[in-house]
């Protein structure tokens, strides 16, 4: 994340103040009351108050809403975009079935982790106009390619059926996001707890599980067992 030099007359931070965990706090509170309220909705002053910060220090840090609102964007995406390049990196190109497994692990792991993702879209999605644009063009559709490559390659040597991958994308993405962002309903239906990691992992094995059953081929079958 980038830090923000302070502008002369903004009002300073406090002293032996951590700048960057200070961001940190701002981001994540931001990223929570947009996904709930959307741009127009959200309201620096709650930011302020949940990250546990003079309302003042947003302004030091950030320029305006809208700059608060592209820094949370980049933080979320950024954060997402490292995780399966992480996951990515610990397998072969050679073995794309083994990468789409882990990929699908890596955003459930990161929708419990941040679960701001499909509300933070949601609202974006509702809001329109140029935030919605900004966070598809800079990060959903570069993410969006990113997350497929491994199943066009698995569909090229014949391990996965051939069906519509931008299809594919919304339900795994849907799949693992959604649970995380509705705490309530998670609760109520499955008594799931998003910082129990053993839960998330059973989750993650489920998700993979039922989307692969409907998408492996015979050989990707035989080769599944063998993972």
Same mark, same amino acid.
């Given at each position: 994340?980038?830090?923000?030099v302070s502008r002369k007359g903004r009002v300073g931070?406090?002293?032996n103040a951590n700048p960057q965990q200070q961001q940190e706090r701002i981001i994540l509170a931001a990223l929570a009351e947009f996904s709930q309220r959307g741009f127009v909705g959200a309201s620096l002053r709650t930011i302020a108050q949940q990250a546990g910060v003079a309302h003042g220090l947003i302004r030091h840090y950030f320029q305006s809403k809208e700059d608060l609102f592209r820094s949370s964007a980049d933080y979320l995406f950024g954060e997402m975009a490292k995780t399966l390049s992480q996951s990515a990196e610990t397998v072969s190109s050679g073995n794309p079935l083994q990468q789409l497994v !882990?990929?699908?692990?890596?955003?459930?792991?990161?929708?419990?982790? !941040?679960p701001h993702m499909a509300g933070f879209l949601?609202?974006?999605?509702?809001?329109?106009?140029?935030?919605?644009d900004y966070v598809i063009k800079k990060y959903v559709k570069p993410l969006q390619e990113l997350? !497929?490559?491994?199943?066009r390659r698995a569909v090229a040597d014949g391990l996965l059926r051939d069906m519509n991958p931008d299809f594919i994308f919304l339900i795994a993405t849907h799949a693992a996001t959604a649970p995380f962002a509705n705490v309530a309903l998670r609760q109520a239906l499955a008594d799931a707890d998003a910082s129990n990691e053993a839960q998330v992992a059973e989750y993650a094995d489920t998700l993979i599980s039922v989307l692969l059953s409907g998408v492996l081929t015979e050989k990707g079958r035989a080769e599944r067992e063998t993972m």
């Open positions: 994340m980038t830090n923000v931070r406090p002293v !882990l990929q699908i692990r890596a955003y459930v792991q990161m929708s419990a982790r !941040l949601m609202q974006a999605g509702l809001d329109g106009g140029e935030h919605f997350s !497929l490559l491994p199943y």
